[in-house]
Structure formats: structure tokens, C-alpha cells
């Protein structure tokens, strides 16, 4: 079985500009995270998503959206970049059974770079 | 709210030597706890679970946790550390919520040296 893959792997975009990114869970996975790493702040829940709805989002300004698709792929998207949104972004996925907390699979992320 | 603590941002171990990286959570429920490692520009593989019942579970690469409820602990160990466990560990927590939310130590850098 496929992994989660993340596109694209590496991105470099200036202040201002705007950033999606995008996430293909693993087969049968309806649960897509997206978590923040950067050094000074570890990793840092963005925000859940499960059959196209947000279920649950992390402290983050409203620059910082996504979407799931039918298919349960996922994007997320960075409104207007600040230098402090440089980050390594990850995506994980679960099969959640809607009842508790399931096994999460990350994705290798994406690097976003700004300058 | 839940939280993750990881004391240690550096160990230096040798090879062969044995290996405890130590964790401690604050929730008010039984708690999921979980074992990350993140090689050097990469994702996070998972390396053990717990969820319930017998709290010495065993994971991949020889890596084991002890679940601790009386002192909210959920420490990694393995008995003989390779060189190629230098990477940087992370414990997590996720609740009972029906969230798939996670929420994640400061991670603990394990150098290995020969």
C-alpha cells in the first residue's frame, strides 16, 4: 500500500504570495492532519479534516486554510506569506473509526521557504 | 489540555549501549501515546503505539515503551543502539476525542558515537 505523498516537496515563494499545498492520503485513509514544524516552535497541530468537513483546527491565523476533496485528498493553502511561515508542512492521515484517537501516517512534507 | 514533555533535546550514546529517551504527558483521561522518528529532512515514521492493555509495547527497529500511569511517563528504550538510530524521536499524545489530533513533544536529538 502507498504511503501518504505530499506535492510539492520543496517550494520557494516570496512575502506576500500566496502557497497551496497537497496531500494524497494512504487508500482508505478518510482522516487528513496537517501539522507545522519549524525549530523554534516544534510541531504544531493546523488543523483536521474528515470526510470534507474541518472537524478540528489549531491556533492559527485565518491565513492558513484547507479543503478535502471526495476522494479524501487534501490541500492547504498560506494566504499572503510572512517570513515566519517558513516551515517543513506535513500531512498525515488515519483510517479513524469516528470513535477515538487512530494511527496516524505522515507524509515526508513539504519545505516552504520564504523570502 | 493535554501536553508532552521530552526533558532531554540532546543524548549522546555509544554504539552497542543501551538507550532510554524519556517522556512524560499531562492528561486528564486514559491517554494515546505514540513514538515518532524524523531522520534528517524527512517525515515521521512511526515506531510504537499504546492504547490499551499491556504497557510494554513492543515497536519496530527493536525499540520498546513502557506505559507508566502513576508517573505519566512513556519512556523508549532499546537495548543496543546502531548507528543508523541517530535521528531525533518524538513522544506524542492523542486523546480520546474522536480527533485525529496529536499533540507533540519538543523531540529529543539522538547522536550515536562510535
Known amino acids: 500500500k502507498a504511503g501518504v505523498t505530499q506535492t510539492p516537496r520543496y517550494l520557494i515563494k516570496t512575502r506576500g504570495q500566496q502557497v497551496t499545498l497537497s496531500c494524497s492520503p494512504i487508500s482508505g485513509h478518510r482522516s487528513v492532519s496537517w501539522y507545522q514544524q519549524t525549530p523554534g516552535q516544534g510541531l504544531q497541530f493546523l488543523f483536521e479534516y474528515f470526510s470534507e468537513t474541518q472537524r478540528n483546527k489549531g491556533n492559527f491565523p485565518g491565513r492558513f486554510s484547507g479543503r478535502q476533496f471526495s476522494n479524501s485528498r487534501s490541500e492547504m493553502n498560506v494566504s499572503t506569506l510572512e517570513l515566519g511561515d517558513s516551515a517543513l508542512y506535513l500531512c498525515?492521515?488515519?483510517?479513524?473509526?469516528?470513535?477515538?484517537?487512530?494511527?496516524?501516517?505522515f507524509g515526508p512534507g513539504t519545505r516552504l521557504t520564504v523570502l | 489540555a493535554q501536553s508532552v514533555t521530552q526533558p532531554d533535546i540532546h543524548i549522546t550514546v555509544s554504539e552497542g549501549a543501551s538507550l532510554e529517551l524519556r517522556c512524560n504527558y499531562s492528561y486528564g483521561a486514559t491517554p494515546y501515546l505514540f513514538w515518532y522518528v524524523q531522520s534528517p529532512g524527512q517525515g515521521l515514521q512511526l515506531l510504537l503505539k499504546?492504547?490499551?492493555?499491556?504497557?510494554l509495547v513492543q515497536g519496530i527497529k527493536g525499540f520498546e515503551a513502557e506505559f507508566k500511569r502513576s508517573q505519566s511517563s512513556f519512556n523508549l528504550r532499546k537495548p543496543s543502539v546502531h548507528w543508523s538510530d541517530a535521528a531525533e524521536y518524538f513522544c506524542a499524545v492523542g486523546t480520546n476525542s474522536g480527533y485525529s489530533t496529536l499533540t507533540f513533544g519538543k523531540g529529543t536529538m539522538l547522536l550515536v558515537s562510535p
Open positions: 498525515a492521515s488515519s483510517f479513524l473509526t469516528g470513535l477515538n484517537t487512530d494511527t496516524q501516517y
Open positions: 499504546y492504547f490499551s492493555g499491556d504497557t
